[in-house]
């Protein structure tokens, strides 16, 4: 006899399973754990995609720092870190372009992490940026304004 908490699990599985495999469009981001089960919150909508392209640029920039911290994987852990943000910086991105445009998210990751990496380099490292620098990243940021005001409809 299956046992009500089996029965539940194996519903969740199926609609999972048919979800996955009929190409419905849903995002599976949230997993949560209640009562010794793994509930899958599913969430379609195209905020979602903006929340994964976030994702993407907060990975990879993380990656950037912590090869920076493994000195040429000298450091055998934040090598692996940074191995680990880069994979999830990419699962990330995959889900974004589920429903961004794949050439204007592109332009917004590589350009958002370039100045955020560029930002924590200054905090984390100390490292020094000409005024030239300054201004061209300014320009980097003031091209991902552009961008996000003339979306098309």
Do not use: C
């Not at 990879?60 to 000195?71: C, G, P, Q, R, T």
């Not at 589920?98 to 490292?125: C, D, Q, R």
């Amino acid at each position: 006899m299956v046992g009500k908490n089996q029965q539940s699990t194996v519903i969740l599985l199926r609609f999972f399973k048919n979800i996955v495999f009929n190409g419905a469009d849903f995002y599976p981001p949230f997993l949560f754990l209640y009562q010794n089960r793994v509930i899958f919150a599913f969430i379609k909508t195209k905020s979602m995609g903006v929340l994964f392209l976030a994702l993407t640029i907060i990975a990879e920039s993380a990656a950037v720092i912590f090869m920076k911290l493994s000195n040429g994987f000298q450091h055998k852990g934040y090598g692996f870190a940074a191995v680990i943000t880069y994979l999830l910086s990419f699962v990330f991105l995959t889900l974004a372009l589920k429903t961004l445009n794949v050439g204007i998210a592109n332009a917004i990751w590589a350009g958002a992490s370039t100045v955020v990496v560029a930002i924590l380099g200054i905090y984390i490292f100390k490292e020094q940026l000409t005024g030239w620098q300054i201004i061209f990243l300014l320009l980097v940021v003031v091209g991902l304004v552009g961008l996000n005001l003339t979306k098309p409809a």
